[in-house]
Every structure is written in structure tokens, then in C-alpha cells.
């Protein structure tokens, strides 16, 4: 555990804890979001099948709905980046400006 990347926080917050792995946010079958230390966005890119290929590529799958994690999909979860904000991703509207946005600035 202590190897991750990244802190859970309460039912529905991910906290990214290291610049140099970016962070591959996975809930059930909706689109896939990265996160890096410059932000937030959609993840366009190949997903790794297996962690020693998302280890080489400096990137760490989290799946929400695994127990470690949340246990079960959600429609809100929050992440903060390492940019110094914390981002809602809104799964009740995917494809819509409002899907990704920032919550709060500063959140340290």
C-alpha cells in the first residue's frame, strides 16, 4: 500500500501524491481521465493491460469500483492535482463542458 501514488480520502476523493506518475482515473465503463501535474483531461492515449507496462509509461491505473479504492463505481469523484486544485468529475454529464471542472483553488 504504500507504494501508491496517490491517498483516498472520505466516500469519493483521490489525492494525487506524486509529480512524476501520472494517474489514470478508471469507473466502470466510462471514459478515462488522466492525471498529471499540470491538471486534468480525458485520456486519449493507450491503457496499460498490465502495471509493470503503466509503471514503464510513469503512470498508475486507479479503478474506483475496485475495494481497495471505493468499491463500486460513482457519479462524483473528486481529485486533487497537484496544480493546486481540486477537480469534480461529474459522470452524470460526460460530453458536456461540465463534466471536468475545477472545484476548488488552492485546496492547500
Known sequence: ???KNFRISGRNTIIHKNRKVDLLVV????PLVIVS???IDLYKGVIPQKRAEAKKAYQELIDVSKPEVFGEEKILVFVQALDNKEYKLDYSKIGTGSFIKVHQVNYI
Open 27 to 30: 469507473n466502470g465503463a466510462h
Open 1 to 3: 500500500m504504500n507504494d
Open 37 to 39: 501535474h499540470l491538471g
